[in-house]
Nanobody, 113 residues
């Protein structure tokens, strides 16, 4: 397991955009799938986006068309571009490498007017 570090969260108005970043503590094989999750207050951590080792992406229905996941294998990093943000997107966002259960501290995203 590796230790991820998330960053880039903040306060944004509805309809705004934000880009989150995640860096792993160690080397990540290019065939390892990567994921983004989020946890809203009072809710369980939920999957929102993923990318396979071959570059195939998938998204939760609630964010499809608004969020885009990407990765940079040379930097052991991944990103989440979030557009047209909604108040219901407010949550702590976490990244995950493969099936690792080593979670970082996450980064807070707050969407409010």
């Amino acid at each position: 397991q590796v230790q991820p570090v998330e960053s880039g969260g903040g306060l944004v108005q509805p309809g705004g955009s934000l880009r989150l970043s995640c860096v792993a503590s160690g080397d990540i094989a290019r065939y390892t799938p990567v994921y983004w999750y989020r946890q809203a207050p009072g809710n369980e951590r939920a999957w929102v986006a993923g990318m396979s080792g071959s570059g195939v992406t998938d998204y939760a229905a609630s964010v499809k068309g608004r969020f885009t996941i990407s990765r940079d294998n040379s930097k052991n990093a991944m990103s989440l571009q979030m557009n047209n943000l909604k108040p219901e997107d407010t949550a702590v966002y976490y990244c995950r490498f493969g099936s690792s259960d080593s979670w970082g501290q996450g980064t807070q995203v707050t969407v409010s007017s």
